[in-house]
């Protein structure tokens, strides 16, 4: 939906909704201080039937973050159980992701950074790998 519009762009549509979110919430203030005088001195108010109803949306700039967090080298022992099982045969990136239910962009970023650093850890072809031990 959003995929053709750059991020600058959407970043400050997100900015934009914020002041007008808060400049509504400041318009409902001046509202009701207005009613209140309107009614200590006896002056009718405007027919609340004419009056268009004045509502505060929910910000709706990022999603919200998932209940709960992986704990630190969750993955990594996720992705060494899993090449274990796979043997000396080894394990494509592909199938890892199937397997344990994470992103392929995740698991080449991890075999590029942390994977370079796991002893017994062997690329054995395009994105294929085994823990040799």
């Known amino acids: 939906m959003f995929t053709s519009i750059p991020s600058a762009t959407l970043r400050q549509l997100v900015e934009l909704s914020q002041r007008k979110e808060a400049l509504m919430a400041q318009i409902q203030n001046i509202d009701r201080k207005m009613v209140r005088v309107q009614s200590k001195f006896g002056i009718p108010s405007r027919n609340p039937a004419l009056r268009a109803p004045v509502t505060v949306s929910r910000p709706t700039g990022r999603p919200s973050p998932p209940a709960r967090r992986a704990k630190r080298g969750a993955l990594k022992e996720k992705i060494l159980r899993a090449l274990r099982a796979a043997g000396s045969k080894g394990a494509t990136i592909q199938e890892l992701s199937g397997k344990l239910r994470v992103r392929t962009a995740n698991l080449y970023?991890?075999?590029?950074?942390?994977?370079?650093?796991v002893p017994g850890l062997q690329k054995i072809g395009a994105a294929k790998y085994r823990l040799s031990r």
């Open 109 to 117: 970023v991890w075999f590029n950074g942390t994977g370079r650093n």
